[in-house]
């Protein structure tokens, strides 16, 4: 974690009813130095006042060699505050991973942790202490990283208990905390600051969007119209002219005019690659507006190309808002998502711990779409709170739904009441019936649901009021566990009990395309469509071979308000805002030396232009083509076999699938995100009655597009260059690789040798399905989930890499 600079004057405003006090308002923070302030420092620590520090009796020398220490240490900083060359009192910055703290609280990124010492006054100084905290919080978050402050004083401290919540901190709970260093073991109050709550409570002006300064607002900016520039002309939505080209490489002009009537032009480096793949050098880009320079603008560049991206007036403010939300939550990325590519694919000892650093540590979202991290609804804090690249820790809310309204189906021989019980508890189930028969209310009259925080705020408590009135829905407060989300936001992984189900919930915010909230009506057979997954891979010697495995959604519950139900069609958003299912967790799947990462971090690349793929590759000491050809018959061969055999088709994107590797190299897959993502095509195949929801009718050539779009066009069209530019194999290498994992297939199964001719796999060419000209024609509802189909929108075809001959 990056500290806050070593000198930076400070502010400290006076309390907040705006009476003087008298106490300086003005204090500048310098690093300590060990050998010259040795003495004031022991003057200020080795005190009965300052008993709580743990060195009451400390000489001068070793109050000096812990200063040493601290000085020596990058995750340390200690900070002296001073006022007009006198020094006043005593700050420490640090890491909460790399201290006392670290495995005893939930950690997430933009944490710092805070120490405070206020010297034994020898006269009163009314206001001096909250002064005092006030300018030290102010110069920790003078680090636009730095999004929350962590305190965690002794339990029995009451004078700093007070004097941290007049500034903001809230108290968590008390922990005990194990000796580390010179800091003795301690029952601590842990207490947390973020830069809300600081604003709030001091009356100062927010910094809650500290990560928005013109730099990094223009990086990515840039960033986002290098990948517009890219997505849109493989698309071909945009035709860039080349002004110089040789070996793939060259500089190319896109010219536009906005709706005032001023020329627009964009300059910039790209180079070309298989399947129309533009790589647009972000650093490269410049524009031009009336002939005169002019800033990159993401936003302004929809604006100027709305009639050539075919955006309509109704559908551009809500898409130029979703290029807005990418951009900030960008600029967020660049301070906080810095860990390399290398350190990613490196694993650690505890899979789990490492498995969800890599899930926070991702950057781009979905590969294809522009605006991809819109989040249309979320506030500045419910973004710090809730978005998967801050790795915040989530306390779930849980209501009671009373059954006449709800339902609960789950797979056979899991109750409502097992399932509450291991994953809240025997002690917390049992107070949330409590709470209901306090209000006198019957507990087995209803279904006990886990809702995401600000779909309680902002949605059910005000949408359902009626509900919550008539006591057809009633909060029940938190439950006994933390969750990280995910990288698809309404999915959230049980930090606190790993093996625990993962919880998926309505989240009614848009976002790339969809409004996220979940189908009551989808819910009901859930469990059914898991469960006949469950048996076709259990029964299939090809998947059982390539050890394909599946993280069954084992249960759900969906809300019904019949007034809702009376009033809106089947797509509409007032029916899928109150439900959540459970599905299964990675964690009791792995055996010894296995580890977990999504495949969307093949995809990830650090700030050094370093790919996580190319980084597991070199870690797994095989080369490219050895480590391609496991990756191929994990991923790919088993979705080829589900086609062909079972007519069966995922939305096998980078998020739903999970990579088990080894060293770095790819073993096997788990699918996850399976009833609202999968589709049986035709009527060959037979499925339960409970399961039919998910049989499409396609057309037998279309079949093919399963790979053809979903896996070659969204994944390998990207990953092929990021191997090739690090060196590690050519684009035309990859390509012939995969070939020959889909030749061994065929080979190994020759019953289904016909079949899989007559798929098309080698075709000359396929045709160019576009997913952000759906999202450009409707940024509400893309597509039609249970017609997906009849809605794709196509734009000629795109040569074959894998063509035969």
């Excluded at 907040?16 to 204090?27: C, E």
């Excluded at 060990?34 to 006042?49: F, G, K, R, V």
């Excluded at 495995?103 to 944490?111: F, I, L, Q, V």
């Excluded at 993280?551 to 797509?571: C, I, Q, S």
């Amino acid at each position: 974690m990056s500290l806050v600079p070593t000198v930076s004057p400070n502010h400290a405003d006076r309390p907040r009813g705006g009476s003087a006090t008298g106490v300086p308002s003005s204090f500048s923070f310098r690093p300590v130095d060990p050998a010259s302030d040795a003495a004031l420092l022991h003057a200020w620590i080795a005190t009965e006042h300052a008993r709580f520090w743990g060195m009451p009796h400390a000489t001068e020398a070793e109050v000096r060699a812990e200063y040493e220490r601290l000085d020596a240490d990058p995750h340390h900083l200690p900070l002296v505050a001073e006022r007009e060359g006198t020094a006043q009192f005593l700050v420490e910055v640090y890491d909460p991973a790399h201290s006392q703290l670290a495995g005893h609280y939930t950690h997430r990124d933009g944490d710092a942790g805070l120490h405070l010492l206020l010297p034994a006054p020898k006269t009163p100084r009314p206001g001096f202490s909250q002064a005092a905290l006030t300018a030290a919080l102010a110069h920790v978050f003078t680090d636009p990283a730095i999004t929350r402050v962590v305190v965690e004083p002794d339990a029995s401290n009451t004078a700093i208990h007070a004097l941290n919540s007049r500034v903001g901190f809230r108290p968590q709970g008390r922990i005990d905390l194990p000796a580390f260093g010179a800091e003795p073991a301690k029952r601590a109050l842990l207490s947390f600051c973020d830069r809300f709550d600081f604003a709030r409570a001091t009356g100062t002006s927010s910094t809650i969007a500290a990560h928005l300064d013109p730099a990094r607002w223009a990086a990515a900016n840039r960033h986002v119209v290098a990948k517009a520039i890219g997505e849109f002309s493989h698309e071909r939505l945009l035709e860039p002219e080349p002004q110089s080209a040789s070996a793939g490489a060259g500089t190319y002009v896109l010219r536009g005019t906005g709706p005032d009537g001023v020329e627009h032009g964009y300059t910039f480096a790209a180079t070309r690659h298989l399947l129309n793949h533009w790589r647009v050098d972000a650093a490269s880009v410049t524009h031009t507006a009336a002939g005169q320079s002019a800033a990159v603008d993401a936003q302004e560049f929809a604006v100027v190309f709305q009639r050539q991206l075919g955006i309509s007036a109704e559908q551009l403010p809500t898409y130029v808002e979703e290029l807005g939300s990418t951009l900030a939550s960008h600029c967020y990325k660049q301070l906080h998502s810095t860990v390399s590519a290398r350190e990613l694919a490196a694993g650690d000892p505890d899979p789990i711990s490492a498995f969800q650093r890599i899930e926070a540590a991702m950057t781009e979202g979905h590969p294809c779409f522009v605006a991809n991290n819109g989040r249309i609804g979320l506030g500045a804090q419910d973004y710090l709170n809730y978005a998967p690249e801050t790795g915040s820790a989530v306390d779930l809310e849980w209501v009671a739904l009373h059954a006449t309204r709800a339902r609960y189906d789950a797979v056979d021989g899991l109750t409502h009441r097992s399932l509450l019980a291991s994953e809240l508890g025997e002690s917390a189930l049992a107070e949330f019936d409590e709470r209901l028969s306090a209000a006198g209310l019957e507990p087995q009259d209803y279904l006990y649901l886990p809702v995401h925080p600000w779909q309680w705020e902002h949605r059910l408590a005000v949408t359902f009021a009626a509900d919550v009135a008539a006591r057809t829905m009633v909060h029940l407060g938190t439950g006994p566990d933390q969750y990280q989300p995910q990288q698809s936001i309404r999915t959230f992984f049980n930090r606190s009990r790993p093996e625990k189900h993962y919880v998926k919930t309505a989240l009614s915010i848009v976002n790339m395309g969809f409004l996220r909230g979940l189908s009551a009506a989808y819910m009901e057979s859930t469990p059914a469509i898991n469960e006949w997954l469950e048996s076709v891979v259990a029964t299939d010697a090809e998947l059982h071979e390539r050890r394909v495995d599946l993280l069954k959604e084992v249960a759900a519950v969906g809300y019904r308000n019949p007034l809702f139900e009376a009033a809106t069609d089947a797509t509409s958003a007032y029916r899928k805002m109150l439900a959540a299912l459970w599905r299964e967790s990675p964690a009791d799947r792995l055996a010894e030396g296995e580890e977990l990462a999504t495949m969307a971090s093949l995809l990830h690349v650090d700030a050094d232009g370093k790919s996580v793929a190319a980084a597991m590759i070199r870690r797994s000491g095989v080369g490219a083509e050895a480590w391609l050809q496991c990756y191929f018959d994990a991923y790919l061969v088993p979705l080829v076999h589900f086609l062909l055999r079972y007519d069966l088709v995922f939305m096998p994107h980078g998020e739903n699938i999970i990579l088990v590797t080894r060293e770095g190299l790819p073993d096997r897959m788990l699918m996850k995100d399976l009833a609202e993502e999968v589709a049986v095509l035709g009527p060959r195949t037979p499925l339960p009655e409970a399961a039919e929801r998910i049989r499409v009718d396609v057309p037998a050539s279309e079949r093919v597009y399963s790979v053809f779009t979903d896996v070659f066009d969204c994944i390998f069209r990207f990953l092929a260059p990021l191997l090739a530019e690090e060196g590690l194999i050519s684009e035309a290498d990859f390509w012939t690789v995969v070939a020959e994992r889909l030749r061994a297939y065929r080979d190994r199964n020759p019953e289904l040798a016909a079949e899989f001719d007559e798929l098309g796999l080698f075709d000359a060419e396929f045709r160019l399905s576009c997913l952000n000209r759906l999202q450009l024609r409707n940024n509400q509802q893309m597509l039609d989930l249970g017609d997906q189909a009849s809605g794709l929108i196509y734009a000629g075809s795109l040569e074959n890499p894998i063509a035969s001959g």
